[in-house]
């Protein structure tokens, strides 16, 4: 697929989709980065500890956040 292609596809998505591009593009970007995976693995490491939420309330502050347009 050539990047005419590309955008073409992308002018074609719903705003959802490309907000889902735009994050995997995001993430591709910074994911050779050591200061990402520092991040990352800080992040993994709450969560192995207990730090986290029940997904009612993780798709409640989600649900939330896209009526928000975030």
Request: charge should be negative; glycine fraction near 4%; charged fraction near 35%.
């Amino acid at each position: 697929m050539c990047m005419v292609e590309v955008k073409e596809t992308i002018a074609e998505m719903t705003a959802e989709e490309r907000l889902e591009i735009a994050a995997l593009i995001a993430h591709l970007n910074r994911a050779d980065s050591p200061e990402y995976q520092d991040e990352m693995d800080r992040r993994m490491s709450g969560m192995d500890a207990g730090n986290k939420i029940p997904s009612k309330d993780f798709v409640r502050n989600h649900e939330e956040l896209l009526k928000k347009g975030r």
